[in-house]
């Protein structure tokens, strides 16, 4: 453990392989095994073979990689970890390249792998030049018990509720926007325990909808 100032502590570190830097500030904290012990989910990326995800063990040590985009320049955008899967599996969420093309995958964790399991391709999560790096949100939306996470499209004009299925996953509903989405998508939950959802639009209307 090491000390920086008085009450700030770093408890571990964890080195990267030279080349290999973080790509994104937000990780993800949460029991992916299931173990009873929560696990943290970093993006890291080189020049080389681009980004994948990283799971490392409560000691900051390594214990599970997903695969490399393939090339150096195009990155992942780490979303969530939820209940996903059609049994409430736990399962890891991205957007893949969201500037060129966008492909939404569900990870799921086999023993040192992040396997995809899933995928649907021609959402967003990022305009080029954006400071908003949270335009998604899972849930339950719909209020039939089932987690969707909620993107934009490619075109930003409407926002998808994808939902996986036992043959992958599917749209399951649309959004129109009537423009562009602008702004980060944000949930509430409501006195009747569902989720209103609302966005913000490219002429500065604010879009809400309500809870089912």
């Known amino acids: 453990m090491v000390s920086t100032k008085p009450g700030v502590q770093v408890v571990w570190t964890a080195p990267l392989p030279d080349g290999d830097v973080v790509e994104g500030i937000s990780p993800i904290w949460t029991d992916l095994d299931g173990d009873g012990t929560r696990e943290i989910l970093i993006t890291v990326s080189n020049s080389r073979v681009g980004a994948r995800l990283v799971i490392l063990n409560d000691a900051g040590d390594p214990v599970a990689f997903g695969p490399a985009v393939g090339r150096g320049s195009p990155w992942r955008h780490q979303l969530a970890a939820a209940p996903f899967g059609t049994s409430s599996e736990l399962e890891v969420v991205d957007v893949v390249t969201p500037h060129i093309g966008g492909t939404v995958e569900f990870y799921r964790l086999e023993e040192d792998s992040l396997r995809v399991v899933a995928s649907v391709p ?34 930003m ?12 996953a599917e749209i399951a509903w649309t ?8 702004t980060n998508l944000a949930a509430v939950s409501s006195d009747s325990g569902g989720l209103t959802l609302g966005v913000g639009r490219d002429d500065g209307v604010l879009l809400v909808w309500p809870a089912p």
């Open 122 to 155: 021609g959402f967003s999560t990022h305009a080029i030049g954006s400071r908003n790096l949270n335009m998604a949100v899972a849930g339950d939306f719909d209020g039939d018990g089932r987690i969707e996470l909620l993107v934009p499209n490619q075109a």
């Open 157 to 168: 004009d409407e926002i998808g509720g994808i939902r996986r299925t036992e043959e992958g």
């Open 175 to 182: 959004l129109p926007i009537d423009g562009k989405v602008s």
